[in-house]
């Protein structure tokens, strides 16, 4: 099996499916509802359900068992060419089979484009003209990556829009389904209290993280063409700064929201080299370096890790760094936001920790506010202490929806809010095209990533990078009491 079939099987069989089935479980799908699957690969029923379902979680519930059984009797599959329009045709005769079952004259197909980028387009045509529906709604999910610079984007936006319309096109980016970024519209404009300090006064820095425990591990050939910029920071990261720095809209409509969103991009510089740290994990801790993976260039300089700050030039944030880091090989799994508030005016107080805001977006969803209390006792001195919103505690019986069911359900129902539109895209691409043509040499000699080692917090000139932007550390030696709440 080719090495991009396993990556659109791997996409589909981890992720889709079992968020289809989620929201089959709770009862969000339409009544009558029936999902084809679509790929080269040739199986049978019995395979293609086995592939579908294993990593369905609770399948040893006897009830979820129950459920998995329902769901396989909805799900069809269909094996076909992605550029031969006799495949779609194919797909096209089994899809008006299932339909000529419905009752009523309206017929509503979606289109979940999980697929490698070297065929996106031909799929993406031949739908259109062989599978599109003539008396329903018609919508198409785009699975990143969306291009891999400006021209690149913006070449693939004119070809796609030759076959569907804006409106009819989702393009998913699963961080925008998340709660904990859902979330922060919330917690920004429906809180005078936390509204109110956030811009250029109080605000020191805000970075926003993104850590993996692993590495490639035997993937790298397909990471070694992105990177980790574009597989992360261009698109995930930069949505949550996007969330974070946008203005109030006057609407939670999807069109107001995605209009603050482009605003504030639209006034973000392109990336500097002098404001980019890079980084290449290396063996350590028994485990092998980037270069050691076989599917990896002996000689790549591709990045696992960036640290990049980027400037908003706005009355809101003008002189605040945001900082963006991603990483693989890290000590940690971590997604989280830190907003770091100025220092206290200087006179009775003296050397006490700043204030933060922390977002834990994943794993062990948290919001936390890091504040500065009287020590208990006889003596009057300062000690940081938390206001803590840890989710597993506060919502102990709430299931908390994965990403991609939220994503699919709002493209269900035509939401477009937490899906980018292409102007976003296309000044997204604006930022960060430049910093990516640098790292490839396209201007000049390629940078050199730093060395660190696996398992560790990242290159070790990362401490003098995020100081220079006016970070200050807890004199304290203060940490998070809930840092790790797996086991609540």
Known sequence: MSHENQVELKQNTLITFPALFGLYRDNFLPKDVRIVGYARTKMDSVEFHKRATQYIKGSDNEETAAKIEEFKKISTYVSGSYEDAESFQTLEKHLREIESAYKGSERHRIFYLALPPSVFIPVAANVKQNNYSTDGVNRIIVEKPFGKDLPSSREL??????????????????????????????????????????????????QITFKEPFGTEGRGGYFDEFGIIRDILQNHLLQVLSIIAMERPVSFAAEDIRDEKVKVLRAIPPIEPSDTLLGQYVAANGKPGYLDDDTVPHNS???????????????????????????????????????????????????????????????????????????????????????????????????????????????????HSNFVRDDELDVAWKIFTPILHWIEGRSGPRPIPLKYPYGSRGPKELGAFIDKYGFKRSTEGYMWPVTNVSNL
């Open 301 to 415: 300089t591709c990045p696992t890790f960036a640290a990049t700050t980027l400037w908003i030039n706005n009355p809101r944030w003008e002189g605040v760094p945001f900082v963006l880091k991603a990483g693989k090989a890290l000590n940690e799994a971590k997604v989280e936001v830190r907003i770091q508030f100025k220092d206290v005016t200087q006179g009775i107080f003296k050397d006490i920790s700043r204030n933060e805001l922390v977002i834990r977006i994943q794993p062990s969803e948290a919001i936390y506010l890091k504040l500065n209390t009287k020590t208990p006792g006889l003596y009057t001195r300062a000690l940081p202490a938390e206001m803590d919103l840890t989710y597993k505690r506060r919502f102990a019986e709430v299931k908390i929806p994965e990403a991609y069911e939220a994503l699919i359900l709002d493209a269900i129902q035509g939401d």
């Open 157 to 206: 936006l004119s070809a796609l829009k030759q076959h569907w319309s804006e409106d009819e096109t989702f393009r998913i980016d699963h961080y925008l389904g998340k709660e904990m970024v859902k979330n922060i519209l919330v917690l920004r404009f429906a809180n005078v209290a936390l509204s109110a300090p956030w811009d250029k006064n109080s605000v020191s820095n805000v």
